[in-house]
């Protein structure tokens, strides 16, 4: 497999591009100048306890308070607070190796037992802002590198599930524990079985330096403010998946190619001559096929190959696509096996579009009725293996009797939309227009007005639906005004003219009066 990573700059937003084999699949976007990205840890103020729900929102700066509940704590919630309070001004500060860890929290608790309307609280955002809603937040605090994720207030090493080799994970303990700082805990990634001894340790070493950095800024600070951002969405992106599979990371910005370029020296320094900087006159993402990509792939309608489409819909609540034959069915016999073929191929594509537009929460897919278990269950696992590659978690359930596919799927930030049309010609993007039952009264009142100004020729420039209802018939309209107001009157069909607007045009070609 051939992967490029494509970055457009601009000055209100980042857009990376993510391409297999030259095809899209995925594409996120970094606003400029808004923050609140997932894993920023703030130190916010508790602004109301909301005993019903078992939660808190927290001033974290927001224009909406964030939203933290009481699992959210983590069990290492009362070791945090006490940290926290010691880096209040005036205050002796405490250091997480020198300590001694409070209790765990109880799983089945109350917020209100822990937390206090003005009490200030360490938070990391788990999930950004998403329509109406503010950040979700987390006070179980980690920081996450390449190779590994530190945990603070942990003595535990857990490695990656993927990570299938006895030795290997004997190994990644055995580098973790040389070097984790007491009452420090990390999560050793799958990246990390492929990484030197090293490289590991640089990691873990490098991110309890940030977690101090946090702290001191926590020292001089007060709530709301942000101690500690995530790094920037394409140097995160690289982090968790750049490979020997990428063959080049383009970007036309020299100040943000400059920063990719540093960051991939410190973590993979054999692959720094990846990093293109771009100068071409045209859009990078014209150039390399993206911009194309784009417009067809996040319109409502998704052909695929056959005549078959898609139809995906969005709402507050949840994400429909409907999967549709096209005229397939009437050229086969064997509706059992089409309708199979249809829906493994509409599988692959809904897969790739769930990525693409990072679509999350609650999926329901319509997929064409199918009469054997058999073919029920091959679509079921060929949707497990094609969501396989997915990071995000998600579960998958069977097709119900009723032939719906019900997917759920991590959502951490708003879906990707693109704008995909144009302002509508006739409404002008008001989406109202003239009742069609009075345009001939307006055409034959400004033909009037002409007629009694003087004027003895003009041409109406109409849309081909138009001309053709005023040339309609032997007695058409067009030779009814111009008996009864003595003038020349031509029509011309452009289809350039919106459905009900009319140009009058004098011989040279000119506006007599425009109907606006």
């Known amino acids: 497999m051939n992967r490029e990573l494509i970055i457009n700059v601009n000055p209100t937003e980042v857009s990376i591009a993510l391409c297999e084999d030259k095809v899209l699949v995925e594409l996120n976007k970094e606003q400029c100048q808004t923050g609140f990205a997932v894993g920023d840890i703030y130190l916010g103020r508790v602004r109301k306890i909301m005993p019903g729900l078992n939660a808190a929102f927290v001033n974290i700066g927001h224009e909406k308070d964030a939203f933290i509940h009481y699992l959210d704590l983590g069990a290492n919630f009362e070791s945090l607070r006490r940290v926290v309070h010691s880096h209040e001004p005036g205050k002796r500060p405490t250091r997480v190796e020198n300590m001694k860890l409070e209790p765990a929290l109880a799983k089945e608790g109350r917020i209100g037992d ?22 979700r937040l987390t006070a179980d605090i980690s920081l996450a590198g390449r190779n590994v994720v530190l945990v603070p207030f942990s003595n535990k090493v857990f490695v990656s599930t993927k990570i299938r080799s006895n030795s290997a994970k004997k190994r990644l303990r055995k580098v973790a524990q040389e070097v984790l700082p007491q009452n420090f805990g990390v999560i050793i990634r799958t990246a990390a079985a492929d990484a030197e001894d090293i ?14 950095k946090a702290l001191s800024v926590l020292r001089k600070s007060e709530a709301p403010t942000r101690l500690m951002s995530e790094m920037s969405r394409v ?18 910005d020299e100040t943000m190619y400059n920063e990719i370029r540093s960051y991939v020296r410190a973590i993979k320094p054999d692959m720094e001559h990846l990093v293109k900087h771009y100068k071409g006159k045209v859009s990078i993402f014209e150039n390399f096929d993206v911009a194309k990509q784009i417009k067809s792939l996040f319109a409502k309608y998704v052909s695929l190959r056959r005549g078959a489409y898609l139809i995906i819909e969005h709402t507050e609540a949840m994400h429909v696509i409907d999967v549709n034959s096209g005229n397939r069915t009437k050229a086969e016999d064997d509706q059992e096996q089409t309708a199979l073929e249809v829906n493994l191929a509409a599988a692959a594509e809904i897969a790739r579009q ?15 009725d199918m009469r054997k278990a058999q073919s029920r269950q091959t679509l079921l696992q060929e949707m497990q293996k094609l969501m396989a590659k997915d990071k995000a978690k998600h579960t998958i359930l069977p097709l119900s009797k009723f032939g719906l596919m019900q997917i759920t799927r991590q959502r951490v930030r708003p879906i990707a939309m693109q704008e995909t049309s144009d302002v509508c010609p006739t409404c002008h993007g008001t989406g109202k227009v003239e009742p069609t039952i009075l345009l001939e009264k307006k055409i034959e009142s400004q033909v009037q007005l002409l007629a009694s100004s003087g004027c003895r020729e003009v041409t109406l420039k109409v849309s081909p639906y138009v001309a053709a209802y005023l040339k309609r018939g032997l007695w058409s309209l067009r030779l009814r005004w111009i008996f009864k107001y003595k003038l020349r009157i031509g029509v011309i069909a452009d289809q350039s003219v919106g459905m009900i607007d009319v140009d009058y045009l004098d011989k040279q070609g000119k506006s007599l009066l425009r109907n606006d």
């Open 114 to 135: 822990h937390l206090q309307v003005g009490q200030t609280i360490m938070v990391q955002i788990a999930k950004e802002a998403i329509s109406t809603k503010g950040p």
């Open 199 to 212: 490289d590991i340790m640089q990691d873990i070493l490098s991110l309890v330096e940030r977690w101090n």
């Open 235 to 252: 140097n995160t992106i690289i982090r968790d998946s750049l490979n020997d599979t990428f063959s080049q990371i383009s970007v036309d």
């Open 354 to 368: 769930l990525r693409l537009r990072d679509m999350g929460g609650i999926v329901i897919v319509d997929f064409i």
